[in-house]
């Protein structure tokens, strides 16, 4: 889908050095991917804190029961 964008070609210029892409085009691509990346990393952020977590599970105790049906059930 070909678009027309009003870009300032020194701030282009700058991201074909820095990305060490070879055209414009993937220089956007990859500059939009970062961008959403960050985004969406940064709605992460706002869950801190959301979880409930259960003070009485024994994550070493679930790691022996894991490791116990492993053994026996035996190669595979």
């Given at each position: 889908m070909?678009?027309?964008?009003?870009?300032?070609?020194?701030?282009?210029?700058?991201?074909?050095?820095?990305?060490?892409?070879?055209t414009?085009?993937?220089?956007?691509?990859?500059?939009?991917?970062?961008?959403?990346?960050?985004?969406?990393?940064?709605?992460?952020?706002?869950?801190?804190?959301?979880?409930?977590?259960?003070?009485?599970y024994?994550?070493?105790?679930?790691?022996?029961?894991?490791?116990?049906?492993?053994?026996?059930?035996?190669?595979?």
């Amino acid at each position: 889908m070909a678009t027309t964008l009003a870009i300032d070609p020194e701030l282009l210029e700058r991201a074909l050095q820095v990305s060490g892409e070879k055209t414009k085009t993937a220089v956007v691509t990859v500059a939009l991917r970062e961008f959403l990346a960050r985004r969406e990393q940064a709605g992460i952020l706002d869950l801190f804190g959301t979880l409930e977590w259960d003070e009485t599970y024994d994550y070493k105790q679930e790691r022996s029961r894991t490791e116990a049906r492993r053994v026996n059930r035996g190669p595979s």
